[in-house]
């Protein structure tokens, strides 16, 4: 499923209509009547006649989607009530001019809201109000008319939060590329997005304001869809389960590929543990730990499925250069490197990460200490020289960090991360020419050619210290097993979500622990492998 921005979506529109031929209004009357049909999902009551909805439309094309609403839910025999919001003197054009003419022919009440003056829509009583005022051709805060009657709408429902509230397409005034929104947008229960899901509603207050989010179908074929040749996709159960590597029955560990995890340093083993759980649990042939020596005993006791190598470690007793060529020298018949997890920060761990980021001739996953170690403080305003040159990198680098991370290398605060977080990842991932991961809250997969995937899995139980090393340790594994980075990174956010969300299901969702997750990894591989197999008995 498509994810868009909202210049993207709007193209769409005009290829199906320009290049294809496919008539508007038919476009608008497979969008009315697919939002039609979710709606009477998400409401069963609406099957009963006689219910008050009241129908706010814009003079555009979400308008006209509304106007064909009026139309359908007249047809059941509900109570209908339209008001068209607009400038002064301006009325519906083109598609949407013909359906506000229909529903003025059926005798549906519509009433014009063009000035302060005009009276504001009559909510009392209303079972469910539709938002059909604009959609992604908004691209400027909310005023006159509209934030008015919005305004109105949004302080009504939060009196009466038993008013149903769908959006059409978007919430109006929420922003389809950045998910930023001021006070007067009508929080939503349902959004029936059309074609594409767009972007600004996983971003910001997309999610608080969207509700539940459903695909409108409006009859794109294709054909069209590959003319635009889409950048963004939604990371669901399906697309993950489509990006899960081969495991012939004839495999055997030397096949599934040697992942190592490197880090640790006083007080941090366990990330580095979590790591080789991770790694463990991706479905890897055999993994390694790479540790400072003096932490061997402690190592040798707590990975009992994992081997560990010993490294040669500076006087405090972290990573230094002499480490270097020793793990270069074992990474010889190994295929990828997760570097990060409780390495710790200073001068020895600092060379060390430059050193294999830029040299090491194998996929890594850089996170945590590693990514630190790659940025200067943000005070400085830009990314260090160590960072630019993984664009010198001999084979790819996956990055994976928070929004602090990411603020650290890109030399801005967390806020002006979380502020634009698709943009911040695209510029990590130019700027470095690797693979960026930004997680929290839809964490954003994007590539080096501004491809970038959404992830559905996952939530508030992966918000705990470690967490973030399972998942180094589990993509480190992918890469091993020669999946694409990419892909690799997609396929493991989306798992590691999943894993989450079942601990949450199982033991509750407080106080579940990282190797908790990783526990429940089992289950979501589970999960994806029937999904495929389903998928390709679906397709004889």
Sequence with gaps: MLVTLSKESRQLDRIAMEDFGLPGLVLMENAARSIFREALAFWPALANAGRKIVILGGPGQNGGDGWVLARLFSAIGHRVFGY????????????????????????????????????????????????????????????????????????????????????????????????????????????????????????????????????????????????LSPRGRLLDLKLAAAFLPPRPLSGHKGLFGHAVVCGGSTGKTGALALAALGAQRSGCGLITAAHPASLAPVLATKLTGAMTLPLPEESDGQL????????????????????????????????????????????????ADALTNLAKPSSQGQPNELLTSLTQSPSPRVLTPHPGEAGRLLGVTPAQIEDDRFTSAINLAQLTKSVVVLKGRHTLIVSPDNHFLVNTSGGPILATGGSGDVLTGLLTGLLAQGMAPFEAAGLAVFVHGRAGDLAALRLGPIGVTPDEIGAFLPLAWAELTEAKATSLEGGY
């Design 84 to 227: 068209l919001i607009t400038k002064p003197g301006h009325r519906p054009g083109g598609d949407a001019a013909v359906n506000y003419a229909l529903a003025l022919k059926l005798g549906l009440p519509i009433e014009v809201i063009e000035s302060d003056s005009s009276p504001l829509p009559d909510f009392s009583q209303a079972d469910l109000l539709i938002d059909a005022v604009f959609g992604t051709g908004l691209d400027r805060p909310l005023s006159g008319p509209a934030a008015r009657v919005l305004t109105a709408a949004s302080a009504y429902k939060r009196q009466y939060p038993q008013t149903g509230v769908l959006a059409v397409d978007l919430p109006s005034g929420l922003s389809g590329d950045t998910g930023s929104a001021g006070p007067e947008v009508v929080p939503a229960d349902l959004t029936v997005t059309l074609a594409s899901f767009k972007l600004g509603l996983f971003l910001k207050k997309g999610p608080s304001l969207a509700g539940t989010v459903k695909l409108g179908d409006i009859g794109l074929c294709p054909p069209m869809i590959e003319r």
């Design 320 to 367: 230094g250069e002499a480490a270097a060529s020793a793990l270069t020298a074992f990474m010889e018949n190994c295929r990828a490197l997760g570097l990060g997890p409780g390495l710790g920060l200073g001068g020895g761990p600092k060379r060390l990460t430059g050193y294999l980021s830029h040299h090491l001739p194998k996929p890594m996953v850089l996170d």
